[in-house]
């Protein structure tokens, strides 16, 4: 089923014997779009902490209760390995999460085991008694350089092969392939403040630095995709 990112924000967690927080936002792969973790607030339960969860995890999404049910207990995730949100997800980290909750590690190719996109085995990373150095620069060989936040790329100007057209509004999200399918563009009054939905292959890179998403199409290409119509997607409304 396609959602928006925005209205499966604030989601509960349930594990196996209570809940566990609400999901703040996700990591994605910004090659594959393959959703890879969801960053999960814990609140009181862990003085704060923030857990790193795969949609490996994940066993139903329940849309009336707002509730993602996952198949690790309170114990389980308790132990987990610590979380800085704040720094780039290292290698190292990504090898003790898949050891501690026997997770297949993601291979850069945007499948899970058995044919959905996602997480594959792989072969070794760099030992991982090996300490990562923490460095803001993302082309660090320690990180993923390809692992991003939707919530850091919101507002990201949309620029097609001609001009600024936009910014990002929010994402399309589909909880069985755990994919992102296509970005919401708000067109501000470019085209009357309507909102499009242009799909992810149309994006060529993420320009980081300057805050902007590099389409490989034209504005009027944008201009004809189609409008962002929550009735007809079956989407949740979103907030303005």
Known sequence: MQHTIKSLTGYQIGATDGDIGELKEFYFDDETWAVRYLIIETGNWLTGRK??????????????????????SKEQISRSPDVDTDQPVSHRLEIQLSH?????????????????PGLLNMAPLPD???????DDNSNNSEFDPHLRSTERI?????????????HVK????????????????????????????LP??????????????????????IKDCSSFEVAKLNLPVMDE
């Open 51 to 72: 857990i790193l969860l795969s949609p490996q995890a994940i066993v139903m999404t329940d849309t009336v209760k707002e509730v993602f049910l996952v198949n690790l």
């Open 100 to 116: 501690h909750y026997s997770w297949q590690r993601y291979s850069g190719g945007g499948f899970y085991a058995g044919g959905s």
């Open 128 to 134: 991982e008694t090996d300490t990562p150095t923490i």
């Open 154 to 166: 919101t507002d990201y100007h949309i620029h097609a092969t001609n001009e600024d057209i936009g």
């Open 170 to 197: 929010d994402f399309i999200i589909d909880d069985q392939k755990w994919t992102i399918t296509d970005l919401v563009i708000d067109t501000h009054n470019w085209l009357g403040g309507n909102k499009v939905l």
């Open 200 to 221: 992810v292959r149309h994006v060529k890179n993420i320009d980081w630095k300057n805050f902007k998403v590099i389409t490989d199409v034209s504005a009027d290409f």
